[in-house]
């Protein structure tokens, strides 16, 4: 509980004083890339609830690679990533290690990295899970710097129940978006939520805040 208040609270920090810098542009993970992808899923061993999580099946994604504080090159910085599917958003971020480690946001010096929901999910069921990613170990790798991040590269997505970690698909990069797309796109997990695989808690609650704050300065609709 400790650990989300202080996740909640580092968050709505890092919002406040981005707000007060920025303009017209991102107020959370500013320097990004996005791509075109293929999602496929093979789907849970044991069912979370959830029809994109359970079901099999291959969905045409869009993806966004960034970096939350935005520093250049191979600098660490807290990378996030960003996959609407099916119109639905599933944002994650760089973590650390553990049960607890995986909720709290950790700077890292690769795109090559852990990555977690940072707080959880609930199912159709009822069930509550936490989504992550990470290196694929017989994919292309990521790299350390956005220029690096191209096609062809992947992550493996996993599914987390108490101690229970259930590897149920795979995101492949495609193509690069033009600039103007990848400024324009407006991620929001809150807003772009299924029935059946929707955030919850107090974290989550802050971040719809702060994206929907960011798209009002930004001159973004969502």
């Not at 075109?36 to 994109?52: H, K, N």
């Not at 956005?146 to 987390?160: R, S």
Request: hydrophobic share 40%.
């Amino acid at each position: 509980m400790m650990a989300k208040r202080w996740a909640a609270g580092v968050l709505a920090v890092a919002v406040g004083v981005r707000l007060a810098r920025s303009r017209r542009r991102r107020s959370l993970h500013p320097a990004g890339r996005s791509l075109r992808g293929e999602l496929q899923i093979w789907g849970c061993v044991e069912p979370t609830g959830s029809a994109l999580l359970d079901q099999p099946g291959r969905y045409d994604v869009t993806v966004r690679m960034s970096k939350g504080w935005g520093t250049r090159g191979a600098r660490a910085d807290v990378r996030g990533v960003a996959i609407r599917v099916e119109g639905t958003d599933l944002l994650l971020s760089t973590v650390g290690p553990g049960r607890w480690g995986r909720r709290l946001p950790m700077p890292r010096r690769t795109f090559d990295a852990r990555y977690g929901s940072i707080a959880a999910y609930r199912t159709g069921s009822g069930g509550k899970l936490y989504l992550a990613a990470g290196p694929d170990p017989v994919g292309r790798p990521l790299g350390r710097s956005l220029d690096a991040v191209g096609e062809a590269a992947t992550l493996l997505l996993y599914a987390i129940r108490g101690v229970a970690v259930q590897p149920f698909g795979r995101v492949t990069l495609g193509e690069t978006l033009p600039s103007p797309v990848d400024a324009a796109l407006a991620f929001d997990p809150i807003r772009n939520a299924s029935r059946d695989l929707h955030p919850t808690g107090l974290l989550h609650g802050v971040r719809g805040v702060a994206y929907r704050a960011s798209q009002r300065w930004r001159g973004v609709v969502q």
